[in-house]
Nanobody, 122 residues
Framework: QVQLVESGGGLVQAGGSLRLSCAAS????????MGWYRQAPGKERELVAA???????NYADSAKGRFTISRDNAKNTLYLQMNSLKPEDTAVYYC????????????????WGQGTQVTVSS
């Protein structure tokens, strides 16, 4: 089993920045791809960004140019640097991990964190 714990969420003004972290523990050797998802009130959970074990990245259009996903495999930690935040970025952000090399959908992820709230005020 793998446990994922997110941190770094909070309240920020529009235009500000936040850095989310996701610490993985347990059977981390089985983790390959990882990703960040978010869910706003009344909306479905959506992909923000994903990263393979080798560092290849994929971003949602809404995140391109503003967010950066990265990982420190030695520390078993995933990051999401979010800049130029907008009110529409307000959501609960979830960390996810998969044993698969590449992931294409939410159901490809095996493990999920509890989420961290990000609120962007206008």
């Amino acid at each position: 089993q793998v446990q994922l714990v997110e941190s770094g969420g909070g309240l920020v003004q529009a235009g500000g920045s936040l850095r989310l972290s996701c610490a993985a523990s347990g059977d981390t050797i089985c983790i390959s791809a990882m990703g960040w998802y978010r869910q706003a009130p009344g909306k479905e959970r959506e992909l923000v960004a994903a990263i393979t074990s080798g560092g290849s990245t994929n971003y949602a259009d809404s995140a391109k140019g503003r967010f950066t996903i990265s990982r420190d495999n030695a520390k078993n930690t995933l990051y999401l640097q979010m800049n130029s935040l907008k009110p529409e970025d307000t959501a609960v952000y979830y960390c996810a991990a998969s044993s698969r090399l590449y992931v294409y959908a939410q159901y490809d992820y095996d493990y999920w964190g509890q989420g961290t709230q990000v609120t962007v005020s206008s």
